[in-house]
T-cell receptor
């Protein structure tokens, strides 16, 4: 069975500073990987997804993520954060064709706090 | 495209009561998923449908939980004899796999509080 670990429960970053959120996965085959963001009162919004191809994936809102098979990691990055980026971020892994057949397995999330 | 909608957004019930939640997926999306999210945790997969067929239900939390999607459009999730431990956010997502990486689009959720 697949699993996802997000080691950081909370991260505080100053506005304008760079950001990296860590994600490690466990899965026996090539994984489908996702990053979602959840703001208070909002549904989960997909930031980016990966299965194959270029290991550096560009997403919405200026986010990118890098897949590193040797480290079983899929870390999310942003070069300069904005106050509106404050939210809960979830890494997820999918299995089966397209990544959805058994549902997604999510990490526990990282709560991002932006300091002015 | 109006997105995935869920109704109600909030539900307060007393222990032992039955509750039913509704999810309306994005039009033409043939897959529909249910997840549960408790405080401080990521969403936990419960079940999913391909059109009206429920293809995975072994992850439903107990036999008090059941889901339907009778005409392959909207879906309902019912919890019978609710317990305080059922208090959580229940999320619905839909997708339309067309090859490549499937994207699940999530609704705003129904927050359940069992007193």
């Amino acid at each position: 069975a697949q699993s996802v670990t997000q080691p950081d429960i909370h991260i505080t970053v100053s506005e304008g500073a760079s950001l990296e959120l860590r994600c490690n996965y466990s899965y026996g085959a090539t994984p489908y990987l996702f990053w979602y963001v959840q703001s208070p009162g909002q549904g989960l919004q997909l930031l980016l997804k990966y299965f194959s191809g270029d290991t550096l994936v560009q997403g919405i809102k200026g986010f990118e993520a890098e897949f590193k098979r040797s480290q079983s990691s899929f870390n999310l990055r942003k070069p300069s954060v904005h106050w509106s980026d404050a939210a809960e971020y979830f890494c997820a892994v999918g299995a089966g064709s397209g990544g959805g057949a058994d549902g997604l397995t999510f990490g526990k999330g990282t709560h991002l706090i932006i300091q002015p | 495209d109006t997105g995935v909608s869920q109704d109600p957004r909030h539900k307060i019930t007393k222990r032992g009561q039955n509750v039913t939640f509704r999810c309306d997926p994005i039009s033409e999306h043939n897959r529909l998923y249910w997840y549960r999210q408790t405080l401080g945790q990521g969403p936990e997969f419960l079940t999913y449908f391909q059109n009206e067929a429920q293809l995975e239900k072994s992850r439903l939390l107990s036999d008090r939980f059941s889901a339907e999607r009778p005409k392959g459009s909207f879906s309902t999730l019912e919890i019978q004899r609710t317990e305080q431990g059922d208090s959580a956010m229940y999320l619905c997502a839909s997708s339309s796999p067309t090859g490549g990486v499937e994207t699940q689009y999530f609704g705003p959720g129904t927050r359940l509080l069992v007193l």
